[in-house]
């Protein structure tokens, strides 16, 4: 833990109040809905919003305390915002120079061909930012915040004003980010889809205050929260390939505690991949059923049952070795099956998504 | 055809509004880009101020003027201990007047380039590293280009036409305060039509060129 962030700033209806300790490397989703104070905090963070009381320190380096607040330009992070916000006076190369020239160079440690090469926009560079699409423009922004070599990366929706298909060609772009780079990444989003492929950990807020903070499928594995990526809870689980039938187009990809037969995906054996499996998906049974269309059964032991968003429903929480999976079954099915914690059962799942 | 006080009088006006539209870009941008970014209740007031010559008939200007720069006004007193003399009936006090009378048409089209650019791009540039005064010179002053080609053509234009401040301010001596709308003035009191013709249409050709100009090379385009 890294990163410390403890902000206090009231606003007229809102406050911001948060004291979080965050990891120093990896994608940290900050997740609420609307007006829940996310982009405020990471205002906050890069020092665009000034909170009347506030500590933060990053990597042992005091950037915000009672006595100092290091002015936004001297802070090393990198700013994507939910609009590009290129200078429309500028080509593109002069918009990634921008940032890069104005750091010394004996601290640059993302090089030019680099970033652009990461983000796909070497074709881009003589062309002014009103002649690009949507899609490039937020890639020029994020080549831009990375060409300053930054300590922290600061991502305020960067995929909002994008449509679906614009999403799904440049999420790929983010996860090289991910895999490629050494940076700590915050990201807000309230899309769930986005945060269940890119995150490593997760921050859950809701009206200005963090209401759930942990590793991403932790969290999403509790059962004490109401954290719903989208219309209903589901874990994610981290997984590799280890096996294709190409007769079938199915791959099997295994996770701590079991592997799940999943549609083939072009994945290459060995190769990590993001599953999230949904608790509407997941059906228990108390011996192993043989035949039924479901391929994929596990052995698994039930760990929690507790109510679910409506009285005639339960949520169960089953664990699998060291993962844990959600199941929603009604609250008559739980009880016909007299489940308890502890009890051995078998998991049906009907569907996994394969994420990135 | 043109007599040499003609010429005079448009040499001196060439002067006055290039020096009057120099100055006030150098007086209007921090003043537009303050009143477009403070916060401050004091704002109001000096915007108004700052419009009342939009408003104020030219003569209310130039009397006051007078009063205040006059050998018994408190600025008349102030430029005469500073040595200056006194600026009524000079040059220098045709360009304080001019500054004054121009100044809502410059600070006007620079306030609202500064406003309609709005936050973010002084906010990127700060996260990419650029102080503020970096920022307001490689940003916001780039960004609001057509915001000061307009205000120079009309800080310029209205410099070039005012007549009543001239005339309570500088008098009408040829060669040191008579300026073209001036000279005009006199041809036309003289029935000389054929020399008001000249210099009026002059004008009119000269104002329509640099229109045609700006509008041709997308003068309120983005840059």
């Given at each position: 833990m890294n990163i410390q962030v403890q902000f206090k700033q009231a606003y007229p209806g809102f406050s911001l109040d948060v004291d979080l300790a965050l990891p120093g490397r990896g994608v940290t989703a900050l997740f609420g809905p609307s007006g829940c104070g996310k982009t405020t905090l990471l205002r906050c963070m890069a020092g665009l919003t000034r909170a009347s009381q506030g500590q933060l320190v990053v990597h042992g380096e005091t950037w915000q305390d009672d006595v100092?607040?290091?002015?936004?330009?001297?802070?090393?992070?990198?700013?994507?915002?939910?609009?590009?916000?290129?200078?429309?006076?500028?080509?593109?190369?002069?918009?990634?120079?921008?940032?890069?020239?104005?750091?010394?160079?004996?601290?640059?440690?993302?090089?030019?061909?680099?970033?652009?090469?990461?983000?796909?926009?070497?074709?881009?560079?003589?062309?002014?930012?009103?002649?690009?699409?949507?899609?490039?423009?937020?890639?020029?922004?994020?080549?831009?915040?990375?060409?300053?070599?930054?300590?922290?990366?600061?991502?305020?929706?960067?995929?909002?004003?994008?449509?679906?298909?614009?999403?799904?060609?440049?999420?790929?772009?983010?996860?090289?980010?991910?895999?490629?780079?050494?940076?700590?990444?915050?990201?807000?989003?309230?899309?769930?889809?986005?945060?269940?492929?890119?995150?490593?950990?997760?921050?859950?807020?809701?009206?200005?205050?963090?209401?759930?903070?942990?590793?991403l499928t932790a969290t999403l594995a509790r059962l004490d929260l109401p954290i719903r990526l989208g219309e209903d809870a589901g874990v994610v689980l981290e997984a590799v390939v280890v096996e294709r039938d190409e007769a079938w187009h199915l791959a099997r990809v295994e996770f701590p505690g079991g592997s799940l037969w999943v549609r083939d995906g072009g994945h290459s054996i060995g190769q990590p991949v993001r599953i999230r499996i949904l608790a509407r998906d997941v059906s228990i049974a108390l011996e192993k059923v043989m035949d039924t269309s479901i391929l994929n059964c596990l052995p698994a032991t039930v760990d929690q049952l507790a109510d679910d968003s409506h009285p005639a429903l339960s949520l169960l929480r089953l664990t699998m070795g060291p993962s844990a999976l959600l199941a929603r079954l009604t609250r008559r099915s739980a009880v016909g099956l007299g489940l308890m914690p502890g009890m051995p059962v078998w998991v049906q799942i009907k569907a996994v998504a394969l994420i990135g | 055809m043109q007599t040499s006080p003609d010429i005079a009088a448009i040499v001196l006006t060439v002067k006055l509004a290039g020096l009057t539209t120099l100055l006030l870009l150098l007086i209007g941008t921090p003043m537009?880009?303050?009143?477009?970014?403070?916060?401050?209740?004091?704002?109001?007031?000096?915007?108004?101020?700052?419009?009342?010559?939009?408003?104020?008939?030219?003569?209310?200007?130039?009397?006051?003027?007078?009063?205040?720069?006059?050998?018994?006004?408190?600025?008349?007193?102030?430029?005469?201990?500073?040595?200056?003399?006194?600026?009524?009936?000079?040059?220098?006090?045709?360009?304080?007047?001019?500054?004054?009378?121009?100044?809502?048409?410059?600070?006007?089209?620079?306030?609202?380039?500064?406003?309609?650019?709005?936050?973010?791009?002084?906010?990127?540039?700060?996260?990419?590293?650029?102080?503020?005064?970096?920022?307001?010179?490689?940003?916001?002053?780039?960004?609001?280009?057509?915001?000061?080609?307009?205000?120079?053509?009309?800080?310029?234009?209205?410099?070039?036409?005012?007549?009543?401040?001239?005339?309570?301010?500088?008098?009408?001596?040829?060669?040191?305060?008579?300026?073209?709308?001036?000279?005009?003035?006199?041809?036309?009191?003289?029935?000389?039509?054929?020399?008001?013709?000249?210099?009026?249409?002059?004008?009119?050709?000269?104002?329509?060129?640099?229109?045609?100009?700006?509008?041709s090379r997308g003068w309120n385009r983005q840059p």
């Open positions: 100092t607040f290091m002015p936004i330009h001297q802070r090393p992070v990198g700013y994507v915002f939910q609009e590009a916000n290129l200078f429309a006076h500028l080509s593109v190369r002069r918009n990634l120079q921008f940032g890069q020239s104005r750091v010394p160079a004996a601290r640059h440690r993302v090089e030019f061909d680099r970033a652009i090469d990461l983000l796909g926009i070497g074709h881009l560079l003589e062309r002014k930012p009103a002649g690009l699409s949507g899609g490039e423009r937020q890639r020029v922004a994020i080549a831009r915040a990375l060409l300053t070599s930054p300590r922290l990366l600061l991502m305020d929706e960067p995929l909002a004003a994008l449509d679906v298909a614009r999403k799904n060609e440049f999420l790929p772009y983010l996860e090289r980010l991910h895999a490629e780079l050494d940076i700590p990444v915050m990201y807000v989003s309230h899309a769930p889809d986005e945060v269940a492929r890119l995150a490593d950990y997760i921050v859950v807020m809701n009206a200005g205050r963090a209401i759930a903070a942990g590793a | 537009a880009w303050w009143l477009a970014r403070s916060h401050s209740r004091l704002k109001h007031v000096v915007g108004a101020i700052v419009m009342l010559p939009l408003v104020l008939p030219p003569a209310v200007i130039g009397f006051y003027l007078l009063v205040l720069l006059g050998p018994e006004g408190p600025l008349g007193k102030f430029t005469q201990a500073l040595g200056l003399g006194l600026l009524p009936f000079t040059f220098a006090g045709l360009v304080v007047a001019s500054v004054i009378y121009s100044m809502p048409f410059v600070v006007q089209p620079l306030q609202q380039a500064f406003s309609a650019m709005g936050d973010a791009p002084m906010e990127a540039a700060a996260t990419l590293r650029a102080s503020p005064l970096d920022a307001f010179i490689c940003v916001a002053l780039p960004l609001a280009r057509p915001g000061f080609i307009t205000a120079a053509v009309l800080g310029f234009a209205h410099t070039v036409g005012e007549f009543g401040v001239v005339l309570m301010i500088g008098g009408n001596i040829p060669g040191k305060t008579q300026v073209l709308s001036m000279a005009i003035y006199n041809h036309v009191e003289a029935f000389e039509y054929e020399s008001a013709h000249w210099l009026a249409g002059g004008m009119l050709c000269f104002s329509f060129l640099v229109l045609l100009l700006l509008y």
